[in-house]
């Protein structure tokens, strides 16, 4: 019998989180700020890996010149 273990950590994570409570405070009237800037911890890490891959693959051109 196999006995499997789940040892990855998973789950909603620190920006999931971050996200929703700036969701709750917005909607609440707590914090003004505009949705941007609300969901900002959504698009963030993301702008931050495109832009990454970005860099990469233009050193990657220039190298191959």
């Not at 929703?20 to 003004?32: E, H, Q, R, S, W």
Request: proline content about 3%; overall charge positive.
């Amino acid at each position: 019998m196999e006995i499997k273990t789940n040892i990855g950590g998973g789950g909603i994570g620190f920006f999931g989180i971050l996200t929703i409570v700036f969701i709750v405070l917005k909607l609440l009237g707590i914090i003004t700020w505009s949705w941007l800037w609300v969901l900002a911890p959504t698009w963030i890490p993301i702008a931050i890996v495109l832009l990454i891959f970005i860099i990469v693959f233009i050193f990657m051109f220039i190298g191959s010149l």
